[in-house]
């Protein structure tokens, strides 16, 4: 991300990352591959989601870098990505560091 403008497809890669993290459920698949790899079947047995639900929500996870996946036979194995989380890490920092230097006049009071 740049210090100040940056352009529209940066916009849209960053707002998949932060897409990642706004929804309950995806929060919970984050914290269950903390542990290990796990594969879809096992996912299923510890998030009340249907199956269905469960490939939005790892389509949405691997968009944005914090999932990756890998195939094996008829089975999906996912693992979080540690440059996904590194750059989501960053991203975060980088959002929320405030310039004390910049300064702005406010158009309404011209």
Not at 20 to 39: G, V, W
Not at 53 to 76: D, P, Q
Not at 94 to 103: A, I, R
């Amino acid at each position: 991300m740049r210090e100040s403008g940056g352009n529209m497809n940066e916009y849209k890669t960053n707002a998949l990352v932060f897409k990642a993290f706004c929804d309950e459920s995806r929060l919970r698949i984050i914290e269950q591959l903390q542990h290990s790899e796990m594969c879809a079947c096992n996912l299923l047995e510890e998030l009340p989601i249907s199956q269905s639900t469960l490939s939005h929500h790892m389509k949405i996870l691997i968009e944005s870098g914090v999932v990756e996946s890998r195939k094996e036979g008829k089975w999906v194995y996912y693992t979080l990505s540690n440059d996904g989380i590194e750059k989501a890490t960053l991203l975060l920092e980088q959002l929320t560091v405030l310039d004390e230097h910049y300064s702005i006049n406010c158009a309404c009071e011209d």
